[in-house]
């Protein structure tokens, strides 16, 4: 099953994709969203008797959820390619015995195609970096890594966009570079696990056609069921939180000379299976 946010006639509908046709049955009810599925407040049944069928190219995708419990919940130095590229910027060089954990702020969310929003006068220094999210499905506190996938209603692509500057500016850690509003692409649909196991999947990321990031969702330092049993260690992981699992390396901040991205520049980002996010960088003003 692929769960879309659709906007439709002003409104937020839930759509179920098929990538077999390329389209999208978008439901014409409005009483819930794919919140309210991912929460298990109404059933897909509910949803889907009356709707109607759209070439996916001509819907209107907003990001799948959005109706966050709290902050986005993000690892960091989750490759260890990712980890050894950036040696220098950190004050331990050993690998990490225990996932890094940040978040990042809701508002920084935005569609699969939507605008990225880039203000030259706060930052400088705006980075791409190609993930695989979780979307959790069941509440659950110390998860055991064998039941961590019951927790898991599904996964989609991210692009956790980094402002470098701020992020240093600021001690170094991740909040704030990462919680700038409009700068977090989610999509473009959310993919339940039932039709695609995730732990060994292409990810990449493009920059006006160009291939920066190429890795494997295999090469994660930390699995899924890892994560979510560290995460979960007396913390209660709710239905509808979302979790970011890291970038593999060919970071712009870490390249020579670096990459960083500008007005008008194109992102794609995206894992096999799940889709793809298709961003443009757009001035706009955040002060």
């Known amino acids: 099953m692929r769960l879309a946010s659709v906007r439709l006639n002003g409104e937020l509908r839930i759509g ?3 990538v077999g046709d390329d389209s ?3 439901s014409s009810s409005l009483v819930a969203t794919v919140d309210d599925v991912v929460r298990g407040l109404i059933g897909l049944d509910q949803v889907f008797s009356v709707g109607e069928r759209i070439a996916l190219e001509d819907a209107d995708l907003a990001a799948p959820v959005s109706r966050f419990n709290r902050d986005l919940l993000c690892t960091g130095w989750n490759y260890l390619d990712h980890f ?3 040696e220098g910027k950190r004050s331990d060089g050993k690998p990490p015995e225990h996932p890094n954990f940040f978040t990042r702020g809701p508002d920084s969310v935005i569609g699969p195609r939507d605008d990225i929003a880039w203000d030259p006068e706060l930052s400088q220094r705006y980075d791409y970096e190609a993930e695989l999210a979780l979307v959790i499905g069941l509440d659950g506190r110390s998860i055991p890594e064998d039941q961590a ?3 898991v209603f599904g996964v989609m692509v991210a692009n956790d966009v980094s402002l470098r500057d701020l992020q240093f500016r600021h001690g170094g850690q991740w909040l704030k570079g990462k919680s700038i509003d409009r700068t977090c692409p989610l999509g473009p649909w959310i993919t339940t696990l039932d039709e695609i196991d995730p732990s060994d999947l292409e990810i990449t990321c493009r920059v006006n056609g160009e291939l920066l990031q190429s890795a494997s969702t295999a090469q994660l330092a930390f699995s899924v069921p890892r994560l979510l049993a560290e ?3 007396g913390m209660t992981l709710r239905a509808g939180d979302v979790i970011l699992t890291g970038t593999p390396s060919g970071i712009g901040n870490a390249r020579d000379p670096q990459i960083r991205l500008g007005e008008g520049d194109l992102v794609e980002t995206g894992i096999a299976g799940l889709g ?3 961003n443009r960088v757009v001035r706009s003003s955040l002060l």
Do not use: R
Request: glycine content about 0%; overall charge negative.
């Open 16 to 18: 179920m994709v098929d």
């Open 24 to 26: 999208v049955f978008v």
């Open 84 to 86: 050894y590229e950036t």
């Open 149 to 151: 996938s019951k927790h």
């Open 231 to 233: 995460l979960s260690q």
């Open 276 to 278: 793809s996010l298709v």
